[in-house]
């Protein structure tokens, strides 16, 4: 597990690898964060996905600086769906997919923030599979995410900021005809899959909770990771639903 740098148009930013035990060749993914940047609780998923056997690599779009200078511009990217921070993501993808230890198929999960990244990558870029974890959806979702390829999903019912996104998108998806699992937890709120309500700025603390049920339904993120493995496992790994 590493800090490293790769080139994005001539530039080089900051990232993060976490890499398997053992010998490859493995499949890989692109780790977008959430919100409050490459902290240690997103650094722990990047190394949880290396410890089943994928190459992974945080992309830094804050480049170390301050998630509160820095989200307000990540997230008119997100919005725009393009621009630095797709990019970036796009070239974490390309990097991953040109070492010689990778199979050559990657995936991109998304947390928060990164969650809609995700959902935009899965069909702009040339990923083989995407996780979203509570990730906006795009306006004009089915126009944008035509073509996707296969989506893993996850979201809390007590998360008020995405109230009915887990529908939409099951139901946009099933439209288009995009493989996908599409899951709604009734007693989880944002960020479960993570334990972020560790990490929420002690402002923004009683908000977070009260609006989008932070800390709530923990309980619940086996049964989510259980299923992106799964997921990965058939559409990365190829080894029927586990790489283990």
């Known amino acids: 597990m590493t800090d490293i740098s790769i080139s994005v148009g001539g530039v080089e930013r900051p990232a993060y690898l976490a890499v398997p035990a053992g010998e490859g060749p493995w499949p890989a993914v692109v780790v977008v964060f959430e919100s409050f940047g490459a902290n240690a609780d997103m650094r722990a998923q990047a190394d949880r996905l290396a410890a089943h056997g994928y190459l992974a690599l945080m992309p830094d ?65 040339d990923f083989d599979a995407a996780a979203v974890n509570y990730g906006i959806l795009p306006r004009h979702a089915e126009e944008v995410l035509a073509g996707a390829c296969p989506i893993v999903a996850s979201y809390g019912k007590k998360d008020r900021s995405l109230i009915g996104a887990a529908r939409r998108l099951d139901r946009t998806l099933t439209v288009l005809g995009v493989e996908h699992d599409v899951k709604e937890y009734p007693e989880a709120g944002h960020s479960f899959l993570t334990g972020t309500d560790q990490v929420v700025p002690a402002p923004l603390g009683p908000v977070a909770k009260v609006l989008m049920g932070i800390g709530e339904g923990l309980e619940r993120a086996d049964d989510a990771w259980e299923r992106i493995f799964a997921f990965f496992g058939t559409h990365l790994a190829g080894q029927n639903g586990s790489t283990t």
Request: glycine letters at 12%; one cysteine or more.
């Open 61 to 125: 779009l804050y480049d170390g600086k301050p998630w509160i200078r820095c989200v307000r511009k990540a997230f008119r990217d997100l919005l725009a769906r393009r621009g630095p921070s797709f990019a970036f993501i796009e070239a974490a993808r390309a990097w991953l997919a040109a070492r010689p230890d990778c199979t050559g198929r990657v995936g991109v999960i998304g947390f928060c923030m990164g969650g809609g990244f995700a959902l935009v990558a899965a069909a702009k870029y």
